[in-house]
């Protein structure tokens, strides 16, 4: 059963960039139709999709997001990234990774247990 | 800047049906939205239901549905159990690669 797990510090510094990694597992990144996204939750806030990536490297954005967000692939690793640049207290959140089937149109199936970014100083 | 509307909180009693909806803040939700939903429970992520409108997601029971009712997405929970108490997230695709999330409801169940 294909498995996602988020990796990467868990604090980072206001004005720094933040760096996360999803591995997957029991599954092929470079499967078609499938696509791989990024999405955050604030403490006690709702949900907000962030990127998501084919494998071919085709990119989507959150246009509120896009100027500070990179999201990548590394097929070779079977992982994607996602860098945030110029993170504030508001980037703090928990980090999910997903896999989205037709890039969304078909919900996104598989997620990540997601990881806890603070930034503080 | 494309809004997605849920009820922030919804309550029913146990064994009864709810209709939470999913609407844009300018414009009517269609199919062509591909509306999907999520449950989640405290520090746990979330799980898919319904995607594209009304299809559930594998090992979904049967008493989850979701519809267009009207211009909103709609998700109906019928026989509600105490379990179902979770928040409650809809997802919109919006075009060109873009999903934006409601910001979603919270069900009670008592």
């Known amino acids: 059963q294909l498995q996602l797990q988020e990796s990467g510090p868990g604090l980072v510094k206001p004005s720094e960039t933040l760096s996360l990694t999803c591995s997957v597992s029991?599954?092929?990144?470079?499967?078609?139709?499938?696509?791989w996204g990024w999405i955050r939750q604030p403490p006690g806030k709702g949900l907000e999709w962030i990127a998501s990536i084919y494998y071919s490297g085709n990119t989507y954005y959150n246009p509120s997001l896009k100027s500070r967000v990179t999201i990548s692939v590394d097929t070779s690793k079977n992982q994607f990234s996602l860098k945030v640049s110029s993170v504030t207290a508001a980037d703090t959140a928990v980090y999910y990774c997903?896999?989205?089937?037709?890039?969304?149109?078909?919900?996104?199936?598989?997620w990540g247990q997601g990881t806890t970014v603070t930034v503080s100083s | 800047q494309t809004v997605v509307t849920q009820e922030p909180s919804f309550s029913v009693s146990p064994g009864g049906t709810v209709t939470l909806t999913c609407g844009l803040s300018?414009?009517?939700?269609?199919?062509?939205?591909?509306p999907s939903w999520y449950q989640q429970t405290p520090g746990q992520a979330p799980r898919s239901l319904i995607y594209?409108?009304?299809t559930r997601s594998s090992g979904v029971p049967d008493r989850f549905s979701g519809s267009i009712l009207g211009n909103k997405a709609a998700l109906t929970i019928t026989g509600a159990q105490a379990d179902d108490e979770s928040d409650y997230y809809c997802?919109?695709?919006?075009?060109?690669?873009?999903?934006?999330f409601g910001g979603g409801t919270k069900l009670t169940v008592l």
């Open positions: 029991s599954g092929s990144i470079s499967t078609s139709s499938y696509y």
């Open positions: 300018s414009g009517s939700v269609s199919t062509g939205h591909y």
């Open positions: 997802v919109l695709y919006m075009g060109s690669g873009i999903s934006v």
């Open positions: 997903a896999r989205q089937v037709r890039n969304g149109k078909d919900g996104m199936d598989v």
């Open positions: 594209n409108t009304n």
